[in-house]
């Protein structure tokens, strides 16, 4: 079992920067895909990023790329999602995921953390 810890939401205006958290326990999160998803009122969760266990690679949705850099600190097991030029549509409480080795879907989440985005 692994337990996800995200860390680092709050109010920020319009063109600033946040960078969340995601603080692991219970096993190592080398061995999984790790993720970020986020869910704004009213709407269905959505995928931000991702990034590989062993090589790194990463993905972003197309609504972030460019401003969003998903990372990971396997010694600390924990991963990052550092948030720049924040655009009011980008307010949503965000999730850390983690998919097993092997798992077709992400099978362990956070609880989330608030990003509000002030214009």
């Given amino acids: 079992q692994v ?3 995200e860390s680092g939401g709050g109010l920020v205006q319009a063109g ?3 960078r969340l958290s995601c603080a692991a326990s219970g096993r190592t999160l080398s061995t999984y895909v790790m993720g970020w998803f986020r869910q704004p009122p009213g709407k269905e969760r959505e995928f931000v990023a991702r990034i590989n266990e062993n090589e790194g690679i990463t993905y972003y949705a197309d609504s972030v790329k460019g ?3 998903i990372s990971r600190d396997n010694a ?3 991963v990052y999602l550092q948030m ?3 655009r009011p549509e ?3 409480v965000y999730y850390c995921a983690a998919r097993s080795r092997g798992a077709p879907l992400f099978n362990y989440w956070g609880q989330g953390t608030q990003v509000t985005v002030s214009s």
């Fill in 67 to 69: 401003r969003f850099t």
């Fill in 16 to 18: 600033g920067s946040l």
């Fill in 76 to 78: 600390k097991n924990t």
């Fill in 90 to 92: 980008d307010a949503a």
């Fill in 3 to 5: 337990q996800l810890v």
């Fill in 84 to 86: 720049n030029s924040l």
